[in-house]
T-cell receptor, first 113, second 116 residues
Framework: DSGVTQTPKHLITATGQRVTLRCSPRSGDLSVYWYQQSLDQGLQFLIQYYNGEERAKGNILERFSAQQFPDLHSELNLSSLELGDSALYFC????????????FGSGTRLTVV | AQKVTQAQTEISVVEKEDVTLDCVYETRDTTYYLFWYKQPPSGELVFLIRRNSFDEQNEISGRYSWNFQKSTSSFNFTITASQVVDSAVYFCALSEAGAGSYQLTFGKGTKLSVIP
């Protein structure tokens, strides 16, 4: 167990729908990172939050949004889903000051049908 | 912009053979970090190594070894005496140290199949 918890593990939904993926970071970690792993794009960075504030943005679609709550858990919201959004979504957390303890969760596998 | 290239898409070896996975990176920063991750069929990402740009010493950990050469912008990974449990997709990744964000740029991965 890495200490980073992602729920749900699997999600199947229809095109056009909206889903929310949840990430609970390791205890004490202030930073949360979201990554998408798809067949087309490989593993790519989406967005980072640090202590509730957006810190960095990668190749995140406008249909996607994220937030980090006061208890430091984070949610990734995916809307108007398309078949191409089917992917494995990873969350990682770290203390935020350096690479110490940078840890990935086990991922949420999203299937859009 | 930073970029990681893993030219080998798939490699198959027979058990007990040695295998080297190649990684070439591009960055404009002088301070950066390089990583290798393993993704077994179960899907999780397993951290193998982190190396910063100022440390060109090669590293050995059991059957695993890494060769970092700044002159050729390469960070290659060798598995000695491969085992079936080594079958996985291996990712090389890069992070530039600036801006306070520790985001990773991944290569496309190399799928290693070790045949018994």
């Amino acid at each position: 167990d890495s200490g980073v918890t992602q729920t749900p593990k699997h999600l199947i939904t229809a095109t056009g729908q909206r889903v929310t993926l949840r990430c609970s970071p390791r205890s004490g970690d202030l930073s949360v990172y979201w990554y998408q792993q798809s067949l087309d794009q490989g593993l790519q960075f989406l967005i980072q939050y640090y202590n509730g504030e957006e810190r960095a943005k990668g190749n995140i679609l406008e249909r996607f949004s994220a937030q980090q709550f006061p208890d430091l858990h984070s949610e990734l919201n995916l809307s108007s889903l398309e078949l191409g959004d089917s992917a494995l979504y990873f969350c990682a957390s770290s203390a935020g000051h350096d690479w110490y303890g940078y840890t990935f969760g086990s991922g949420t596998r999203l299937t859009v049908v | 912009a930073q970029k990681v290239t893993q030219a080998q898409t798939e490699i198959s070896v027979v058990e007990k053979e040695d295998v080297t996975l190649d990684c070439v990176y591009e960055t404009r920063d002088t301070t950066y970090y390089l990583f290798w991750y393993k993704q077994p069929p179960s899907g999780e990402l397993v951290f193998l190594i982190r190396r910063n740009s100022f440390d060109e010493q090669n590293e050995i950990s059991g059957r695993y070894s890494w060769n970092f050469q700044k002159s050729t912008s390469s960070f290659n990974f060798t598995i000695t005496a491969s085992q079936v449990v080594d079958s996985a997709v291996y990712f090389c990744a890069l992070s530039e140290a600036g801006a306070g964000s520790y985001q990773l740029t991944f290569g496309k991965g190399t799928k290693l199949s070790v045949i018994p």
